[in-house]
């Protein structure tokens, strides 16, 4: 199976409690929104986007922090390129 590997150092001044991540293709179409809840002693955050059966080709994504509070302190965005096996 393949899978994108997404990692992030948590800051201690600004615990979060979960991380929503947003996958769209070429064309800007999401494909994927998925969040995952943060442990509270976590120094890192790793999660896994599991590719499946996509195409190869550019992909943009959004990584939103969200902290306990409610409040979004972070948004991270990127784009990979997905080739062919």
Known sequence: TSYLHFELKAAKSQPLN???YL???QRGIQ???KTTAVPDDA???EWY????NVTPGLYSYKVILESEN???PGVITGKVILESQ
């Open 70 to 72: 409610g409040a979004e």
């Open 31 to 33: 494909i994927e929104d």
């Open 49 to 52: 986007w599991a590719v499946g």
């Open 23 to 25: 996958i769209y293709d």
């Open 18 to 20: 979960s991380v929503r």
């Open 43 to 45: 120094s890192t955050i």
